[in-house]
């Protein structure tokens, strides 16, 4: 079955400073990866995914990156703020399955 | 909030027992998607359901079952429970029929059981 690998499993930045978390899969036949946020106790929330087709993907602060050759895709956080801090999982799907990264917990730094 | 409503929020019961997670999807979507969060093994997609039917299926035990009904709100069952089960459990819904990755999914609150 799938497998993601996910990296680093914490992350400490500073204020105002920039994050990557990157993720790998196995599945070639996967096509669409979102990121989620998770707060603690508190549901997972979409904060921008990329379709197979994509190679980059900007909101505001956050960018993702795809590389379907290689099988890996990051998520890019700049000029973090406190209110980042929380943990971050990637998915990698297909029609038929979802399979989660490990989670990355971020801390940002006052 | 994202319109996707859970019932109940905790649950405390006993090895061996059975109990039933209810989910209501946000209106007009159609899919309804199960998963557990547990410490041991992190977020997994158990099963998918559309319009009534299942639609995909992820690590989902055979002691647990999901249901979706005509007014799409879905249960998900889950008997002989062992203190391995004790997780945080989610639903997300979506509009469309396609699979898990085929679109934006919208989670619920959860519902955290605890098996002692």
């Known amino acids: 079955g799938e497998n993601v690998e996910q990296h680093p499993s914490t992350l400490s930045v500073q204020e105002g400073d920039s994050a990557v978390i990157k993720c790998t899969y196995s599945d070639s036949a996967s096509n669409y990866f979102p990121w989620y946020k998770q707060e603690l106790g508190k549901r997972p929330q979409l904060i921008i995914d990329?379709?197979?087709?994509?190679g980059e993907k900007k909101d505001q602060r956050i960018a993702v990156t795809l590389n379907k050759t290689a099988k890996h895709f990051s998520l890019h956080i700049t000029e973090t703020q406190p209110e980042d801090s929380a943990v971050y999982f990637c998915a990698s799907t297909d029609y038929q399955k979802v399979t989660f990264g490990t989670g990355t917990k971020l801390q940002v730094i006052p | 909030d994202s319109g996707v409503t859970q019932t109940p929020k905790h649950l405390i019961t006993a090895t061996g027992q059975r109990v039933t997670l209810r989910c209501s999807p946000r209106s007009g979507d159609l899919s309804v998607y199960w998963y557990q969060q547990s410490l041991d093994q992190g977020l997994q997609f158990l099963i998918q359901?559309?319009?009534?039917?299942?639609?995909a299926k992820g690590n989902i035990l055979e002691r647990f079952s999901a249901q979706q009904f005509p007014d799409l709100h879905s249960e998900l069952n889950l008997s002989s429970l062992e203190l391995g089960d004790s997780a945080l459990y989610f639903c997300a819904s979506s509009p469309t029929s396609g699979g898990p990755g085929t679109d934006t999914q919208y989670f619920g609150p959860g519902t955290r059981l605890t098996v002692l």
């Open positions: 359901y559309y319009n009534g039917e299942e639609r």
């Open positions: 990329i379709r197979s087709n994509v």
